[in-house]
């Protein structure tokens, strides 16, 4: 049975960083791109990054690109997500995700495999 867990949330100022982690279990962890989305209140999900299988090719949301870094050690069977200047406005439930690799870059959420359980990140101003 597939486990992913998040951690790392937390409350930071605007401007400062923070990483997100993410651990797999249950199943071999490189057969999976990886990514990461997040939920503000009364708001959608939404995608924010996402990994290949090796960690060699990403993809970013535009509001996100430049700012956050996401990657992923298949040894550790984890996927990072590294948030750096953050704003208000990226205030939200962080979730990781699984997907099949072939899948992969897969942007809407509905089409992923496994989930955690989220992490809240609030960015005060």
């Known amino acids: 049975q597939v486990q992913m867990v998040e951690s790392g949330g937390g409350l930071v100022q605007a401007g400062d960083s923070l990483r997100l982690s993410c651990a797999f279990s249950g199943r071999t962890f490189s057969i999976y791109a990886m990514g990461w989305f997040r939920q503000a209140p009364g708001k959608e999900r939404e995608f924010v990054a996402t990994v290949n299988w090796n960690g060699m090719s990403t993809y970013y949301a535009d509001s996100v690109k430049g700012r956050f870094t996401i990657s992923r050690d298949n040894t550790r069977s984890t996927g990072y997500l590294q948030m750096n200047s953050l704003k208000p406005e990226d205030t939200a439930f962080y979730y990781c995700?699984?997907?099949?690799?072939?899948?992969?870059?897969?942007?809407?959420?509905?089409?992923?495999?496994?989930w955690g359980q989220g992490t809240q990140v609030t960015v005060s101003s």
């Open positions: 995700a699984a997907i099949r690799s072939s899948r992969y870059p897969y942007l809407n959420p509905h089409g992923y495999d496994y």
